[in-house]
T-cell receptor, first 115, second 115 residues
């Protein structure tokens, strides 16, 4: 399978714990994005990388959230001291370039439940 | 700032009848606009995109959309609905010109197909 993959697919954690999600983009895609989708809503942009550089962070990304893409390939999203409001689907997407013709390809998401 | 408004949260049609999902946009730039579909437990899939070429855009599975600048609209249509079209549909605008920046999603329209 050459699509975007995300692990784990589901994560249940207790409030206050830290969690980390992984995204593997399509090979050689230089841009990688994280979005969050809560129930009944559309995805909301969190942050994106071009290669290993994090170029933009949304105001939704509080200081408890950190994302990395150390070698310009896979990315991790860590949430520290989770809160119930963090319960959502976390989506990763990747694209090959920066022009209008480049489609963002989405992974299946990681569903986080904070109890 | 860019935004999209999906005018209907739910649309119900009978199989074999036309589908119309409505979307209005707001953009400071010449926008890139997209429609994505999300089937239950599956990733987001691009249906079609408008990037300042032809105003009538054809997508996959018989869907098309027309960009109307005077009406700031980008409605999605299909002549004949199929049961497999039942899904959540998102109208999307690029946050800045170009599809490779973070995307701004609408709240979604749930399409129901009646047999």
């Amino acid at each position: 399978d050459t699509g975007v993959s995300q692990n784990p697919r589901h994560k249940i954690t207790k409030r206050g714990q830290n969690v980390t999600f992984r995204c593997d983009p399509i090979s050689e895609h230089n841009r990688l994005y994280w979005y969050r989708q809560t129930l009944g809503q559309g995805p909301e942009f969190l942050t994106y990388f071009q290669n290993e550089a994090q170029l933009e962070k949304s105001r939704l990304l509080s200081d408890r959230f950190s994302a990395e893409r150390p070698k310009g390939s896979f990315s991790t999203l860590e949430i520290q001291r989770t809160e119930q409001g963090d319960s959502a689907m976390y989506l990763c997407a990747s694209t090959a370039g920066t022009g209008d013709s480049y489609e963002q390809y989405f992974g299946p998401g990681t569903r986080l439940t904070v109890t | 700032a860019q935004s999209v408004t999906q005018l209907d949260s739910h649309v119900s049609v009978s199989e074999g009848t036309p589908v119309l999902l409505r979307c209005n946009y707001s953009s400071s730039y010449s926008p890139s606009l997209f429609w994505y579909v999300q089937h239950p437990n599956k990733g987001l899939q691009l249906l079609l995109k408008y990037t300042s070429a032809a105003t009538l855009v054809k997508g996959i599975n018989g869907f098309e959309a027309e960009f109307k600048k005077s009406e700031t609209s980008f409605h999605l249509t299909k002549p004949s609905a199929h049961m497999s079209d039942a899904a959540e549909y998102f109208c999307v605008v690029s946050r800045r010109g170009g599809g490779a920046d973070g995307l701004t999603f609408g709240k979604g329209t749930h399409l129901i197909i009646q047999p």
